[in-house]
């Protein structure tokens, strides 16, 4: 799917599309209560361009790659690009910036080494996709007898010289590569529907017993239509029950039947669904999205009511029905669809919306019109000049 439909679209998107595409998705966000999203794409400057318009913050890592993929010609331009995004005056926008290698598999080791020594000078965050598909691993093996991991700590990458490395998916990282991680500077992104669309769950229990610090993510809109993070959450929540459900236990039931096989497959379930009670706790689930994602990037903290802190502040009606009765307005944040009783939202000191009219006042406005406008017609001129 990413090599042979999104790179062949990406390849005819233009630095408008691209623009015009982050501010619609941005409108997405804030409407499903996001005031700060991590974006790793294609010419960076013109997806902060389009953050930036919708008011949004976030953290942009502009696609880093030189060995195969649409933005292969134009690494160098991107590297400048990130330090550009760096600025003062991005941040008085709300905008920081990251590195963004896209994955093992499309970017060389001399790339890698700029990205280190710049990451090293700067201090900046580096946002990567590691080992995300089958086909990546089999490349880190066949160039280089090896995980991509692995690869990544023989290249330095993985070293202190990189102060804060997100690396998203970790679908193929085993145990070994596990302890390869630091708990101080890295942290591991899961995007659960995504990953059932393009290959299988990562193993965030191993990823919890390791001690890795892991954040949950929406990845993109093309992954799966909605950029609500809280429907991940309610994902999370569900693993408990998954080992089970793919467990031998099961297989065995499914081949032949019989109460005994039942039982067994019954206690295997119970006995996950309490080794793993806590994950559907509130401050386990929202720390996936309050917590470790407001301390990655040194400049842009977030998730927080503290000096220092970006003032991002969103306001519940706690007696709206999707949050009734009230009483436990966490496990409603956690667990529920709550955007019908978002009141408003202040992203960097600003309100979004109205207060009581959030959601209306934004798809009213004249900015959020010509947004969708723009967007519907550029996507349908990308998929035209792309044969798609």
């Given at each position: 799917?990413?090599?042979?439909?999104f790179f062949?679209?990406?390849?005819?998107l233009e630095?408008?599309d691209?623009?015009a595409?982050?501010r619609?998705?941005?409108?997405?966000?804030?409407?499903?209560?996001?005031?700060?999203?991590w974006d790793h794409y294609?010419?960076g400057?013109a997806?902060a361009?389009?953050l930036s318009?919708?008011g949004?913050?976030?953290v942009?890592?502009?696609?880093l790659q030189?060995?195969?993929g649409?933005?292969?010609h134009?690494w160098a331009e991107q590297?400048?690009a990130?330090?550009r995004l760096?600025?003062?005056?991005?941040?008085e926008r709300?905008?920081?910036?990251?590195?963004?290698?896209?994955?093992t598999d499309?970017?060389s080791?001399?790339?890698?080494g700029?990205?280190v020594?710049?990451?090293s000078?700067?201090?900046l965050?580096?946002h990567?996709?590691?080992?995300q598909?089958?086909?990546?691993?089999?490349?880190?093996f066949?160039?280089?007898g090896c995980?991509p991991v692995?690869?990544?700590?023989?290249l330095g990458?993985?070293?202190e010289d990189?102060a804060s490395?997100?690396?998203?998916h970790?679908?193929f990282v085993?145990?070994?590569?596990l302890?390869r991680?630091?708990?101080?500077?890295?942290?591991l992104g899961?995007?659960p529907?995504?990953q059932l669309?393009?290959?299988?769950?990562?193993?965030?229990?191993a990823?919890?017993e390791?001690?890795?610090?892991?954040?949950v993510?929406?990845?993109?809109a093309?992954?799966?239509d909605?950029?609500?993070?809280?429907?991940?959450?309610?994902?999370?929540?569900g693993?408990?029950?998954m080992g089970?459900?793919?467990?031998v236990?099961r297989?065995?039931?499914?081949?032949?039947?019989?109460l005994?096989a039942?039982r067994?497959l019954?206690t295997?379930r119970?006995?996950?669904?309490?080794?793993?009670r806590?994950?559907?706790?509130?401050s386990?689930?929202l720390e996936?999205?309050?917590?470790?994602?407001?301390?990655?990037?040194p400049e842009?903290?977030a998730?927080?009511l503290?000096?220092?802190?970006?003032?991002n502040?969103?306001?519940?009606?706690?007696?709206?029905p999707s949050?009734?009765?009230?009483d436990?307005?966490l496990r409603a944040?956690?667990?529920?669809?709550t955007?019908?009783a978002?009141?408003?939202?202040?992203v960097t000191g600003?309100?979004?919306g109205?207060?009581g009219?959030?959601?209306?006042?934004?798809?009213?406005?004249?900015?959020y019109r010509e947004?969708?406008?723009?967007?519907t017609?550029?996507l349908?001129?990308l998929?035209?000049r792309?044969?798609?």
């Amino acid at each position: 799917m990413v090599e042979d439909l999104f790179f062949k679209v990406e390849s005819s998107l233009e630095v408008g599309d691209a623009e015009a595409l982050a501010r619609w998705g941005a409108y997405e966000s804030l409407l499903c209560g996001v005031g700060m999203v991590w974006d790793h794409y294609y010419h960076g400057e013109a997806v902060a361009s389009g953050l930036s318009q919708a008011g949004i913050s976030a953290v942009v890592a502009p696609t880093l790659q030189d060995i195969t993929g649409p933005g292969a010609h134009m690494w160098a331009e991107q590297l400048d690009a990130t330090e550009r995004l760096a600025s003062a005056s991005w941040a008085e926008r709300g905008i920081w910036s990251a590195f963004g290698p896209h994955a093992t598999d499309t970017v060389s080791a001399d790339l890698w080494g700029e990205i280190v020594g710049r990451a090293s000078a700067t201090g900046l965050p580096v946002h990567a996709h590691v080992a995300q598909s089958i086909e990546e691993y089999e490349r880190a093996f066949e160039r280089h007898g090896c995980s991509p991991v692995e690869w990544l700590e023989r290249l330095g990458a993985l070293g202190e010289d990189v102060a804060s490395f997100l690396l998203v998916h970790g679908i193929f990282v085993s145990r070994e590569d596990l302890a390869r991680l630091s708990p101080e500077r890295h942290t591991l992104g899961f995007c659960p529907y995504s990953q059932l669309i393009f290959s299988l769950p990562a193993d965030v229990a191993a990823w919890q017993e390791s001690g890795i610090p892991w954040v949950v993510a929406t990845d993109c809109a093309a992954s799966n239509d909605a950029m609500t993070v809280q429907k991940e959450l309610r994902f999370v929540a569900g693993l408990r029950a998954m080992g089970a459900a793919h467990s031998v236990q099961r297989e065995s039931f499914t081949q032949g039947g019989g109460l005994e096989a039942a039982r067994a497959l019954a206690t295997r379930r119970a006995r996950e669904y309490e080794e793993r009670r806590g994950w559907a706790d509130s401050s386990f689930l929202l720390e996936r999205v309050w917590g470790a994602p407001g301390r990655m990037h040194p400049e842009a903290r977030a998730g927080a009511l503290e000096p220092g802190a970006l003032a991002n502040l969103a306001v519940w009606d706690v007696e709206h029905p999707s949050m009734w009765p009230g009483d436990r307005p966490l496990r409603a944040l956690s667990m529920g669809d709550t955007a019908g009783a978002l009141q408003n939202l202040m992203v960097t000191g600003r309100w979004r919306g109205e207060h009581g009219d959030y959601a209306g006042s934004i798809t009213r406005s004249p900015e959020y019109r010509e947004a969708r406008d723009e967007a519907t017609a550029r996507l349908r001129a990308l998929f035209s000049r792309a044969g798609v």
